[in-house]
């Protein structure tokens, strides 16, 4: 019986392998309270302006390797960017971006994965973040990026692992591990970094 993308091992291996930092991650201070009635519009504010900078260093680093390595996988319409700006000029705020190189190039199909794993993960958490924000006091609180890809979530999400499962090789499946484990690393040390930056919002 062929595997769906959901059991394949190159799956089984990136989420045992990330178990721990996307913890670790999930409980960060800037982004715990998104889940917790007690958020503030300020808090709100800040976690965007940090993830702002997460997925501009990432993205950067996704296009620069699929424009030189072209493959089946349209980045495009998974950029986050236009829905973080949206949801920060709603606020009030401009975005920072601080200068930091922590984030994997990748230079591998493998290492990609590694990438896209991570992000792709995320936006499916942010599906849940948005249905709590919803629930909140907070009014016309701008959730489109947390909102994704809407009703497109599991079909994108099937297609990247794929995507993942057919152009990742089983030489290259440790790379990718790596490499996710890498991407939360820095995600936390971007935020970490954020958090004491003088000039933030």
């Given amino acids: 019986m062929t595997s769906t993308p959901s059991s394949s091992e190159l799956h ?7 178990r ?8 960060h201070p800037l982004l715990a309270p998104l889940v917790r009635t007690g958020l ?7 976690a965007l302006e940090a993830l702002h900078g997460v997925h501009t260093y990432a993205e950067k680093g996704i296009l620069a390797f699929l424009g030189k390595h072209p493959l089946p996988f349209d980045y495009s319409p998974r950029r986050q960017i236009p829905a973080l700006e949206s949801d920060l000029a ?10 930091v190189d922590f984030f994997p190039v990748p230079q591998s199909v493998g290492a990609l994965v590694g990438v896209l794993y991570t992000l792709e993960g ?20 701008p959730t489109a990026f947390f909102s994704g890809y809407g009703s497109l979530s599991h079909q994108r999400w ?7 499962e057919a152009h990742c090789p089983a030489d290259e499946q440790e790379i990718a591990c790596a490499t996710a484990i890498s991407m939360f690393a820095a995600i936390q040390r971007y935020l970490d970094a954020y958090q004491s930056h003088p000039g933030k919002s």
């Fill in 12 to 18: 089984r291996r990136l989420r045992q392998a990330t």
């Fill in 20 to 27: 721990l930092p996307h913890h670790a991650l999930d409980h």
């Fill in 40 to 46: 503030s519009l300020d808090g709100y504010g800040a």
């Fill in 90 to 99: 709603a606020l009030g705020r401009t975005p920072i971006r601080l200068a």
């Fill in 122 to 141: 995320s936006e499916r958490g942010g599906q849940v973040i948005a249905r709590i924000l919803q629930e909140l006091p907070l009014v016309n609180l």
């Fill in 158 to 164: 099937d297609e990247f692992l794929e995507f993942a």
